[in-house]
Structure formats: C-alpha cells, structure tokens
C-alpha cells in the first residue's frame, strides 16, 4: 500500500460494491440542471457572489457554474466538521472568502445538507460580514431529524436517504468524490 494512504484499492472496491446507488450519472446530471434553472430564475440579476464550501463543493460547483449564464463572481470558504469521518463533530474554519461580502447576494454552494450545523456555521458569517441576502444550494439533501431547526436548502439537486453518502463530490473517509453517482455506503461502512 501507497506510504499514506489511508484505505486500500482493494478496501475502497469493496465499499463500491456493497454501497447502493442511490442517483446514477443521468440522475445527477439532472439534478444538476435542476439547480441551475431554480438559480437562474432566482438570482440571475443580483449579481451574486458565488461561495464554495470546500472540499465537497468542488464538483457540484464546477459541474453548476457552466449552466449559470449572467453576471456572477467566485469565491470559497471552508469549514469543515467530518474530518475524513463519517461522523460530524464541532465545526473549524479553514478559511473565510477574501471578497468583501457587506451588502451581496451570497449563495452558498455546497454538496449536501445533512444536520444543517454546517449552512449554519456559515449563514451566521456571511450575515455576520454584511451579506444582505444568503441564499444555499445543495446537491443532495438529507432530510435528517437531527436537522438544526430551520435549516432549509433554497436550491436542491436530489434528495437522499438517512444514510452516510458518497460520490459526486461527496467523500467516504477521504475518498470516492470523483465517483459520478451518488452511493449509500453499506451499513457495515458507516464507521
Ligand atoms: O449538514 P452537516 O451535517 O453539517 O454536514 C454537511 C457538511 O458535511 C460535509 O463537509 P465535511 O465537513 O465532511 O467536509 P468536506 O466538504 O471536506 O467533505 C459536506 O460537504 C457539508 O459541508
Ligand atoms: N460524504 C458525506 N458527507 C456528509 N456530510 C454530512 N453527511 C454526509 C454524508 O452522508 N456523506
């Protein structure tokens, strides 16, 4: 095994074929375009400015952006709080967006919504810095009974179950975002 690495090719194949596809390719490229066109209809004269949550944002964001035609800036942030697990713990901020956000249309972009403490970490900055309007879109939304109450994604891709996902930009332990579809890891991957 790779000095490093934290699974093997052989332990990530097997968490590939015993995971349960949830959305294939065409599935999520549709929800995708499902999301651009709600964007689009919402936030295509407010010159928003667009904030990817890293690490997971990276491939529903890139995948969004072409299909986002009007005028729009880039930007990240990143605060994390599953840290290569599959369990949430506190949050911690990596990184706040250099672009100055007092009286933007924000939208948050991120690729899921589970307990909602992460949107809202981040909500509170953004109005904490001036946003005048925070807007979040989602790939994938777990509706999650340990929601944080009121966290509601104004943009969303797919639904999925209570289960711990992956693919599509989503992460098992480190690995797996580049899958194209999204998976339900096995009961027996969940820890
Ligand atoms: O709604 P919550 O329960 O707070 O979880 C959602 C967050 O969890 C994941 O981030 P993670 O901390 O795993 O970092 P990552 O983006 O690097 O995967 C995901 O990208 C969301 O940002
Ligand atoms: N990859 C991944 N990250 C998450 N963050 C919160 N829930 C999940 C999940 O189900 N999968």
């Not at 959305?23 to 929800?31: L, M, Q, S």
Request: negative net charge.
């Amino acid at each position: 095994m790779p000095q490093g690495v934290a699974l093997t090719e052989d332990e990530l194949s097997g968490v590939v074929a015993r995971a349960e596809c949830l959305h294939d390719a065409a599935a999520v490229a549709a929800g995708i375009e499902r999301l651009a066109a709600e964007i689009t209809a919402k936030l295509s004269a407010t010159q928003p400015l667009v904030l990817g949550v890293m690490t997971g944002a990276i491939v529903p964001l890139g995948r969004l952006l072409p299909y986002l035609q009007f005028p729009l800036e880039l930007d990240y942030i990143h605060a994390t709080r599953y840290h290569k697990s599959t369990i949430g713990r506190e949050l911690v901020w990596l990184a706040r967006p250099q672009t100055p956000l007092r009286g933007r249309t924000v939208l948050l972009v991120d690729d899921i919504l589970d307990e909602g403490h992460t949107f809202k970490g981040l909500l509170d900055a953004c109005r904490e810095e001036g946003a005048e309007a925070v807007y979040t879109a989602v790939l994938a939304d777990k509706p999650n009974p340990r929601r944080e109450p009121g966290m509601v994604a104004d943009f969303i891709g797919v639904t999925v179950p209570e289960r711990y996902v992956f693919g599509a930009g989503m992460d098992y332990k480190g690995y797996l975002r580049n899958l194209d579809g999204i998976y339900a890891a096995h009961r027996d991957d969940e820890d």
